[in-house]
């Protein structure tokens, strides 16, 4: 399995342990990552792509589940598992937030991990709203760091 796989996977338990604990999201993240570098013997690379993945997720995550709710028709954000939407928050957050990253790349290491933490359904329905995410996406101008374009 590849580093950024790893990375993503580690970041999939951190930001699922954000959402089902009872602190704010703020307070949340930070024992996340505090008990991440307890607990999870990662190689730095790893841990550190995981946390700019959990850091940017939850910095950016009413944007990201705007995006979700758009791209998602009849469906939604609280009827979605935490799985699921903790894998469409990333990989959104890859397509928007990394530029190294290709939008197809990202969808795929999302549909890939959801085949590990997903229902047998999650594949498919997650394939499903990043293509609509991806063209919502394209269709308006998206921060990126290094750009000057606001979203």
């Known amino acids: 399995m590849g580093k950024r796989r790893s990375g993503r996977e580690l970041a999939l338990q951190m930001l699922y342990g954000i ?7 703020d307070e949340a993240l930070d024992e996340a990552l505090d008990r991440h570098g307890r607990s999870f013997k990662a ?8 946390r700019s993945l959990v850091v940017g997720v939850t910095e950016n995550r009413e944007a990201l589940d705007a ?11 609280d009827r979605m598992s935490l799985v699921d939407r903790n894998i469409l928050r990333m990989a959104i957050f890859e397509m928007t937030h990394m530029p190294e990253m ?11 991990i959801a085949k590990s933490y997903g229902t ?10 990043l293509d609509r995410a991806q063209a919502i996406i ?5 921060s990126r760091p290094g750009s000057k374009e606001k979203s």
Request: aromatic share 6%.
């Open 102 to 112: 290709s939008p197809s790349m990202a969808m795929n290491e999302a549909i890939e």
């Open 67 to 77: 995006v979700i709710s758009e791209a998602s028709e009849h469906w939604r954000l």
């Open 120 to 129: 047998e359904a999650s594949p498919a329905f997650i394939n499903g709203i």
């Open 19 to 25: 959402d089902v604990s009872s602190e704010p999201p």
């Open 43 to 50: 190689p730095p690379d790893v841990a550190g792509f995981a």
């Open 138 to 142: 394209g269709a308006r101008p998206v």
